[in-house]
């Protein structure tokens, strides 16, 4: 995996401005438009006038004078403020892949022409394994957001980033699956902890390459288990670019998981045991690294008092939507 570039830096193009209200002196214009003509452009197939600047435009977001929350956005924002209640050490992450049928093995297609959130997803899986082509196309893109954010005339929240290699052993301690997570290089254990799984919310994108998977996880803290008497049952790699931006954490990761035996050892058996081969994945997820920013927003919906908790849920959306556009 690529470390960062170091890319020539562009400029930053200003963004548009929205349209604002109609000025009295923008109306006379329109009243008392400029008496020379404008000027003609002429082309093989056709003549246009040579367009001037659009004037200033106010229209009503519709009858009611309410601008409706957008579906996809309602969607999400619900099954977060459903999942999210009354958790603690909670785990979100948003996750790009495809999403399969079951019996096939292939990417569904439905009748559909834009993003869609599914409610019958029980003959389908999530594959959060992407292409290495897909995984570099990511890595040099966030590279860049990374140039671009250190401008001096940058005015955003800048991107930080950090690589970092770390190994997963998994061990089954009185039938709770436990991780512990160390430091590839110093070996310091960083984190044990079991997951369970909450909730998972899938959105089918036809126009995209990569589907979106949102889950919801509690990471409940463990007590280190004997790691000299028990074997782990699983061992995970994970070299790792993490994209760090106001509440959130991009994380474009290489998962190499070892070859592993299969079952328990037969001691009576003939030959060599029976193994898994080693297997590589490349992975893109964002995931919030600041939880409970999300579940403060949530306990003022339900106090009945402001929040942010909409404009929170439809970023991070955006993040992911932004992210699945761009894959090749």
Not at 14 to 31: F, G, K, N, Q, W
Not at 113 to 134: A, P, Y
Not at 202 to 222: A, C, F, G, H, W
């Amino acid at each position: 995996m690529s470390d960062i570039s170091n890319a020539r830096k562009r400029q930053r193009e200003d963004p548009s401005e929205c349209p604002r209200r109609v000025s009295a002196a923008s109306l006379s214009a329109i009243i008392n438009p400029d008496p020379e003509p404008p000027k003609v452009i002429s082309s093989p197939t056709f003549q246009q006038t040579e367009a001037r600047p659009p004037s200033p435009l106010r229209l009503e977001t519709n009858i009611f004078g309410t601008r409706p929350a957008e579906d996809i956005v309602r969607v999400v924002a619900d099954f977060m403020y459903t999942h999210l209640k009354d958790r603690a050490n909670i785990e979100i992450e948003g996750k790009l892949g495809r999403l399969v049928d079951r019996k096939t093995g292939v990417r569904i297609s439905l009748p559909v022409l834009s993003e869609t959130v599914l409610g019958d997803d029980k003959n389908l899986r999530f594959e959060s394994n992407m292409t290495l082509s897909q995984h570099a196309v990511f890595n040099k893109i966030l590279n860049q957001r990374v140039d671009e954010t250190r401008r001096p005339e940058f005015r955003g929240s800048r991107v930080e980033y950090k690589h970092t290699k770390e190994i997963d052993h998994f061990y089954k301690v009185d039938g709770t699956r436990v991780r512990v997570t160390t430091d590839k290089e110093s070996g310091e254990v960083l984190s044990v902890i079991t997951k369970n799984r909450v909730a998972d919310l899938n959105i089918y994108s036809p126009r995209t390459k990569l589907d979106i998977r949102i889950t919801i996880n509690e990471e409940q803290p463990m007590e280190k288990p004997d790691m000299e008497a028990n074997k782990p049952i699983l061992e995970r790699h994970k070299d790792r670019l993490s994209y760090k931006q106001d509440l959130w954490s991009f994380d474009l990761t290489q998962v190499v998981s070892p070859e592993q035996e299969k079952g328990p050892i037969n001691p009576y058996a003939i030959g060599p045991p029976k193994t898994s081969p080693a297997v590589t994945t490349h992975e893109l997820e964002l995931e919030v690294a600041c939880p409970e920013v999300w579940l403060g927003e949530r306990a003022k919906v339900a106090a009945n008092k402001p929040n942010n908790f909409h404009e929170i849920t439809h970023t991070f959306l955006g993040n992911l939507r932004a992210l699945a556009k761009r894959a090749i």
